[in-house]
């Protein structure tokens, strides 16, 4: 066996703060409180018809991957998001990455929101660009941010985002970041992850459903949420698409997109913005779940992300696992993921799930102490 004894330290500090990670896979079928698939694409296997011509892309889109389905898809995205282009990337990992380290530069600044996903903060981390985090949402505090960097001398300001965040399921202030952007001259990138299918008379997303995204300099929507596939695409101009080519790592050393997933990504946005039904059950089950008086801190959230805060890993552990053994899917999130003391249940409404089911769910959290 490889000696590799050098590694136990950190797992053993992981396993003493109670904060050890591993992979779980449920005993006995149970009801999905946890996954990201909130219209249940995915969970009905509505996209196991789409055509495709194979099983691997053979290479990097520069190289033997790119293909007329690629670049047909991309149309059809930049067409229902009303965009001048997209461009695919594998994962919504990848986009942000390959965005936020090849765009901004040296001599520019990046301010981001504090609770932004890793691939925001890893993408700016492999940027030579200065970067400083504002507090979550908090439009004075990033005022200020942008008067303190002006008074230093800079190429280009960037702001970066998330439409709907993943821990906390709120969504950013975009009408008051547009409003800044403008004042202060800062490029505006939103990642809509778990937006894309959810927010919007089509689920088009918060930022196009506000009518903002001809003032919004990217767009980054996955499909490994809602839209019950893999993959994601940075909307944006002809411009920063050719740019995009050209510089990000993520895109050009990669081998593409399989012919089969690039298809699924087109029968998810076939599908996704007729399911008008399965966005109002699930707006339903969002305020019966906001009304519930429980006896731990719920998060206001109008998105399918529902969050109940409980201090302390062993005891959001143990209050999950009681639900589990209910046969309800619900999964804790632990420090150091969310910071210690906001350690919580992130319990995620489906448009499959039944009234009865959440209330069943509802009953546990009143009834059941830590």
């Given amino acids: 066996m490889y000696a590799d004894d050098f590694l136990a330290a950190k797992l053993q500090k992981r396993q ?38 194979g099983s691997g892309s053979t290479g990097s889109r520069l190289l033997a991957g790119n293909s007329a389905l690629a670049e047909a898809t991309e149309q059809i995205i930049a067409s229902f998001h009303d965009s001048e282009a997209s461009l695919l990337f594998n994962s919504g990992y990848d986009a942000n990455v390959g965005l936020l380290s090849c765009v901004p530069q040296r001599g520019d600044v990046v301010l981001y929101d504090a609770l932004a996903h890793a691939s925001i ?41 998330e439409s709907v965040f993943s821990m906390d399921g709120d969504a950013c202030p975009i009408e008051a970041l547009v409003d800044i952007c403008q004042t202060y001259g800062a490029h505006l990138i939103v990642d ?26 990217a767009r980054i929507h996955t499909f490994g949420k809602a839209c019950g596939c893999h993959g994601a695409a940075i909307l944006g101009s002809q411009r920063l698409r050719q740019y995009l080519i050209n510089f990000a790592r993520s895109f050009i050393y990669s081998t593409a997109l399989s012919p089969h997933a690039v298809s699924t990504i087109q029968a998810s946005y076939r599908i996704f913005p007729q399911l008008h039904q399965q966005r109002t059950h699930l707006s339903q089950l969002i305020d019966h779940f906001q009304q519930a008086n429980l006896p731990f801190q719920k998060l206001l959230s109008q998105t399918p992300i529902q969050i109940v805060v409980i201090p302390g890993n062993d005891a959001v552990k143990k209050v999950a696992l009681r639900l589990q053994n209910a046969g309800l899917d619900v999964r804790p999130i632990l420090s150091p993921t969310v910071p210690a003391g906001s350690e919580r249940l992130r ?24």
């Fill in 16 to 53: 003493q703060q109670q904060a050890l990670r591993s992979l779980y896979v449920p005993n006995a079928p149970m009801v999905d409180f946890c996954s990201n698939d909130y219209l249940g694409i995915a969970h009905a296997n509505l996209l196991a018809m789409a055509e495709h011509e």
């Fill in 192 to 217: 809509e992850a778990h937006a894309i299918g959810i927010i919007g008379k089509l689920g088009e997303g918060l930022v196009q459903a506000k009518g903002l995204h001809h003032q919004v300099f």
């Fill in 121 to 161: 903060r890893d993408g700016i981390q492999l940027s030579l660009a200065k970067a400083y985090s504002f507090p979550h949402n908090n439009m004075a505090q990033l005022v200020a941010k942008i008067q303190q960097v002006q008074r230093q001398p800079y190429q280009h300001l960037f702001i970066v985002t």
């Fill in 347 to 370: 319990i995620v409404l489906h448009a499959f799930n039944t009234l009865t089911e959440l209330t069943q769910l509802i009953n546990l959290l009143q009834t059941e102490p830590v």
